[in-house]
């Protein structure tokens, strides 16, 4: 899967923000568009919505990283994320910060990686993968 040239979905999902909080991406090879090469979901504890955003984007990262996939458009919903790896909003917070330099560390290994903002209804099997680990969870535990 060397220079795989892909399209790859994410999302982030937090009940309670914070609450329960889980990651999903969904990754497709750009010559297939309907049938997924890799559907990932896990739950990732109790945190906000904007990290579980910035967790989904480096889950994902990491995987065509280990999967030698160097080219990718990296579709996400989250207008913040988007906004403050581009540097038009500022970092605020050390924990975001931390997470936005993994990202961008992980982004400057790619050849070619272009993050974009999508609609949330663009975003849907992205965001089923992750609200179904924060369901699954919050059945669990009952919380």
């Given at each position: 899967?060397?220079?795989?040239?892909?399209?790859?979905?994410?999302?982030?999902?937090?009940?309670?923000?914070?609450?329960?909080?889980?990651?999903?991406?969904?990754?497709?090879?750009?010559?297939?568009?309907?049938?997924?090469?890799?559907?990932?979901?896990?739950?990732?504890?109790?945190?906000?919505?904007?990290?579980?955003?910035?967790?989904?984007?480096?889950?994902?990262?990491?995987?065509?990283?280990?999967?030698?996939?160097?080219?990718?458009?990296?579709?996400?919903?989250?207008?913040?994320?988007?906004?403050?790896?581009?540097?038009?909003?500022?970092?605020?917070?050390?924990?975001?910060?931390?997470?936005?330099?993994?990202a961008r560390r992980l982004l400057n290994r790619f050849k070619?990686?272009?993050?974009?903002?999508?609609?949330?209804?663009?975003?849907?099997?992205?965001?089923?993968?992750?609200?179904?680990?924060?369901?699954?969870?919050?059945?669990?535990?009952?919380?």
């Open positions: 899967m060397v220079d795989e040239n892909v399209v790859v979905y994410i999302d982030g999902a937090s009940c309670g923000n914070p609450g329960p909080a889980a990651v999903g991406f969904v990754v497709y090879t750009k010559d297939n568009l309907k049938e997924p090469l890799v559907r990932f979901s896990r739950y990732i504890g109790v945190t906000t919505n904007n990290v579980a955003e910035y967790e989904a984007l480096i889950s994902a990262l990491k995987w065509l990283l280990k999967n030698q996939i160097l080219k990718a458009e990296i579709y996400t919903d989250s207008e913040l994320i988007y906004k403050q790896l581009c540097g038009i909003y500022h970092l605020k917070t050390e924990h975001i910060k931390q997470l936005a330099e993994r070619e990686a272009d993050l974009k903002v999508i609609s949330r209804e663009n975003n849907r099997e992205a965001n089923k993968l992750a609200q179904e680990i924060v369901r699954k969870y919050k059945k669990l535990k009952h919380v």
